[in-house]
């Protein structure tokens, strides 16, 4: 599966953003969706996941305020942020796996937040 993630820009503290990613391939349900991000200096970690079914996870630095969705007649992901904050800021990247390791990756999309 081929992904494309957008709706990056720059922000200020409070505001909100929402992320797209568009998928192009097969079977788009069958896989578990995820967004993860790397900010400058440190570690990529995953943000949010939605299984085929809907179910969604969350890191504890954003639970309730971000929110995943996904339409899987439309090969969509959404990644909708909200009360964002400074420590936000990062490259936010679109993700895709069936089992194990995430393995299908988009390009990246930068998020920043000002303070």
């Known amino acids: 599966v081929q992904l494309q993630a957008s709706g990056g820009g720059l922000v200020q503290v409070g505001g909100s953003l929402r992320l797209s990613c568009a998928a192009a391939?097969?079977?788009?349900?069958?896989?578990?969706m995820g967004w993860f991000r790397q900010a400058p200096g440190k570690q990529r970690e995953l943000v949010a996941a939605i299984t085929s079914g809907g179910s969604a996870d969350y890191a504890d630095s954003v639970k309730g305020r971000f929110t995943i969705s996904r339409v899987n007649d439309k090969n969509a992901v959404t990644l909708q942020m909200t009360n964002l904050k400074p420590e936000d800021t990062a490259v936010y990247y679109c993700?895709?796996?069936?089992?194990?390791?995430?393995?299908?990756w988009g390009q990246g999309t930068l998020v920043t937040v000002s303070s």
């Open positions: 391939g097969r079977a788009f349900s069958s896989y578990v």
């Open positions: 993700t895709a796996r069936r089992d194990g390791q995430y393995d299908y």
